[in-house]
Nanobody
């Protein structure tokens, strides 16, 4: 059974920092794209940051310069360092493992597709 377990969420004041971890039962070196998503109350889930198997990264415009995604293949763990946090960063942050290359649409995917999710961790930023 595939498991992705997030940790590191919590309550922090605006301007503070948090580091999220996503420990997986997968061998992440073989996963095309690992991503962090967040869902704020009343809003759709959005991609915050992604990292590919060859180390390329992509960020939502709202977090560029403040968040950093990284991966430790030896530990099968992905991290999200979040600095200069803002109240609008509040939400449930979830880790995702996707077999697609970054930016590839599902309709264009060839092969056995998978997408695994963790249970999420709450991040609350107070003003």
């Amino acid at each position: 059974q595939v498991q992705l377990v997030e940790s590191g969420g919590g309550l922090v004041q605006a301007g503070g920092s948090l580091r999220l971890s996503c420990a997986t039962s997968l061998s992440i070196i073989s996963i095309n794209t690992m991503g962090w998503y967040r869902q704020a109350p009343g809003k759709q889930r959005e991609l915050v940051a992604a990292i590919t198997s060859d180390g390329r990264t992509d960020y939502a415009d709202s977090v560029k310069g403040r968040f950093t995604i990284s991966r430790d293949n030896a530990k099968d763990t992905v991290y999200l360092q979040m600095n200069s946090l803002k109240p609008e960063d509040t939400g449930v942050y979830s880790c995702n493992a996707d077999s697609r290359r970054l930016g590839l649409q599902l309709k264009d995917y060839i092969g056995s597709y998978y997408s695994y999710w963790g249970q999420g961790t709450q991040v609350t930023v107070s003003s």
